[in-house]
């Protein structure tokens, strides 16, 4: 049965589900129905290259995922109907991003998606070689009205990895399903960077498959107007002495609303995990609305640690008025605490010269996010 067949098939998910409580699946479908299959205008323009412009090097290659690849890296589906949707929509179309084993890299990568039209999706497979170490920024762009990205992959035992998806689509909507397996001794970096798209829903879900593997997962979000900003993060610790840690910023102002939701699972036998969640989320307005709901499952005694928070709150006073008594304008210092509040993950997404380059992205649309 192909993907279409295998979509339509499915019940529509209600919002008794946890997943769709927020973000109900009507609101996010391309049409709106359920039932409907849109005819995708096809798959977003790729570019892939490093950060400063200079071609991919050697050990990196993105080509059309052929029926290995997608038996091979392609995970069992985590949620039938936002990642069966995309599969459908991209069939036929799928691409892999893969990294020889032991390549390692001194610039970021840079896979550029340009994504146009009325309905865009693209299924992107990662596979990641054993003790490769890089950094690698997915930007998301255009002026597509639904856009679905499925990203799927895994990343192989050693490797060190920074991996960044900068979400800067137009007024259209995004849809966004991860389903990344880490193998043993591996050390990721998973960043988000939120600031397009008037509707935006995810599910991102990690394993931690291999002994001693390990993530961090940060997001640095901002919205605004009526944008409605929803993110689910789910971790699942299956084996002995994993490490995973989930810190989430949101910068909220307008009318605008943003919800993130995380899970840390981990199952009996992962002996020596350890996890922790944090969400906080900076109200810039009466109007916008935060809603943060840290989760645990844990069937295993024998851990290091599995704790979670969020905390919601307005930008501060007394930082406000210190600028302002520095020469700071209202507007200014707003800014430099937004900036400061998002920094406290931008920072931790790689290394200085990704910083630099995600900070410069983000902070230009921080004086209308101030005002």
């Known amino acids: 049965m192909d993907s ?12 008794a589900q946890h997943l769709w409580r927020y973000t109900p699946w009507h609101r996010i479908h391309p049409t709106g129905k359920h039932a409907d299959l849109p005819e995708s205008t096809g798959p977003p323009t790729l570019s892939l290259s490093l950060l400063d412009g200079e071609a991919a090097p050697e050990g990196v290659t ?15 589906p985590h949620d039938d109907v936002a990642s069966t949707l995309i599969r459908a929509l991209s ?3 799928t691409v892999v991003l893969r990294v020889d084993r032991g390549t ?10 340009n994504a146009e039209g009325e309905v865009c999706s693209l299924h992107l497979l990662l596979d990641i070689g054993v003790m490769a170490e890089l950094e690698i920024v997915t930007s998301v762009t255009g002026d597509a009205d639904w856009f679905g990205i499925l990203r799927e992959g895994r990343i192989g035992a050693g490797a060190h990895l920074n991996d960044v998806v900068v979400n800067r689509l137009g007024a259209g909507q995004m849809l966004r399903v ?50 409605h900003n929803d993110h689910h993060i789910e971790i699942m610790h299956e084996a002995r002495e994993t490490f995973s840690r989930l810190a989430w910023h949101s910068a909220c102002g307008g009318k605008s609303r943003t919800v993130g939701t995380g899970m840390l699972r981990i199952v009996d036998g992962a002996k020596g995990s350890d996890a922790a969640q944090l969400f906080h989320n900076l109200l ?13 499952e844990v069937l295993e005694n024998e851990v290091v640690g599995c704790g979670h928070g969020t905390a919601n709150g307005p930008i501060d006073e007394e930082q406000l008025f210190y600028l302002q008594s520095r020469g700071f ?29 995600l900070n410069d992205l983000l902070s230009g649309g921080l004086t209308d996010l101030a005002m």
């Not at 279409?4 to 919002?15: G, H, I, K, T």
């Not at 880490?182 to 939120?194: E, Y």
Request: charged share 20%; glycine share 10%.
């Open 4 to 15: 279409a067949a295998v979509y339509l098939a499915l019940p529509e998910p209600d919002r």
């Open 62 to 76: 993105l080509t059309s995922a052929t029926p290995e690849d997608l038996a091979e890296l392609c995970g069992a």
């Open 91 to 93: 069939e036929g179309q």
């Open 104 to 113: 390692i890299l001194d610039q970021p990568l840079l896979l550029d998606v």
């Open 178 to 227: 991860e389903g990344i397996s880490i193998d043993r001794d591996s050390q990721v970096l998973a960043g988000t960077v939120g600031a397009g798209a008037k509707r935006a829903k995810a599910d991102l879900r990690y394993e931690l498959v291999g002994p001693g593997a390990s993530i961090l997962v940060n997001g640095s979000m901002t919205s605004m107007g009526e944008q």
């Open 284 to 296: 810039l307005s009466d109007h916008a609305e935060a809603d943060s709901i840290p989760e645990l």
């Open 329 to 357: 304008s209202v507007t200014g210092a707003r800014a430099v605490l937004i900036n400061a509040f998002l920094n406290a993950t931008l920072s931790a997404m790689g290394s200085e010269t990704l910083h630099r380059w």
